[in-house]
């Protein structure tokens, strides 16, 4: 699976867009770029996921460049519940090897009131 | 709430010690994955099922191996425990469609392990 590489943290005032870069420059053409979000030391929760569209969903939307390179993932209006380490995943899902994440170290976001 | 749930929420034990630790997939998910968090490594994938069979392995040691149950549950057992085996450990259940890309993975709430 493509590596992604991200910043270590951020910070966003509340109410604000936060803006999230991912960069996965070897990804290949039928690898899926996933974002999850880890609040304190609670169990990984998805947010949103996609393959060359941007996508929107009720949490967040994912932009992904045209060459697929890099991706951002966009929280509309920033709340304090938003502050978590946010994961940045390129997986392909092999048919005899299985479906399995490989997390990286991923992205600690603050939002400041 | 995603739906999985594992029990049991905490466990402390001692080095030497053998558990278990158990994991409810959602409703109709087939899949079930076992990851392991400790402060110096991260997330770490250890080991998948698929409606009862082995699927991939990770970084599984020796002395940790899991099954699935034919009522999709599964259980991670965890013998000769060492100090570094203390960390959180999370279960994740999908449909599980093989080959599948947009096979969206349903973490738990976590077993905090602590080995003293």
């Known amino acids: 699976d493509a590596k992604t590489t991200q910043p270590p943290s951020m910070d966003c005032a509340e109410g604000r867009a936060a803006n999230l870069p991912c960069n996965h420059s070897?990804?290949?053409?039928?690898?899926?770029v996933y974002w999850y979000r880890q609040i304190h030391s609670q169990g990984p929760q998805y947010i949103i996921h996609?393959?060359?569209n941007n996508e929107t969903n009720e949490m967040a939307s994912l932009i992904i460049t045209e060459d697929r390179k890099s991706s951002t993932l966009i929280l509309p209006h920033a709340t304090l519940r938003d502050t978590a380490v946010y994961y940045c995943?390129?997986?392909?899902?092999?048919?005899?090897?299985?479906?399995?994440?490989?997390f990286g170290t991923g992205t600690s976001l603050t939002v400041i009131p | 709430d995603s739906g999985v749930t594992q029990t049991p929420k905490h466990l402390i034990t001692a080095t030497g010690q053998r558990v278990t630790l158990r994991c409810s997939p959602r409703?109709?998910?087939?899949?079930v994955y076992w990851y392991q968090q400790s402060l110096d490594q991260g997330l770490q994938f250890l080991i998948q099922?698929?409606?009862?069979?082995?699927?991939a392995k990770g970084n599984i040691l020796e002395r940790f191996s899991a099954q699935q149950f034919p009522d999709l549950h599964s259980e991670l057992n965890l013998s000769s425990l060492e100090l570094g085996d203390s960390a959180l450990y999370f279960c994740?259940?999908?449909?599980?469609?093989?080959?599948?890309?947009?096979?969206?993975?349903?973490f738990g709430p976590g077993t905090r392990l602590t080995v003293l």
């Open positions: 409703s109709g998910d087939l899949s």
């Open positions: 994740a259940s999908s449909v599980g469609t093989s080959g599948t890309s947009t096979d969206t993975q349903y």
């Open positions: 070897t990804i290949s053409g039928n690898e899926y």
């Open positions: 996609g393959l060359k």
């Open positions: 099922y698929y409606n009862g069979e082995e699927r």
């Open positions: 995943i390129v997986r392909v899902a092999r048919r005899n090897t299985g479906n399995q994440f490989y």
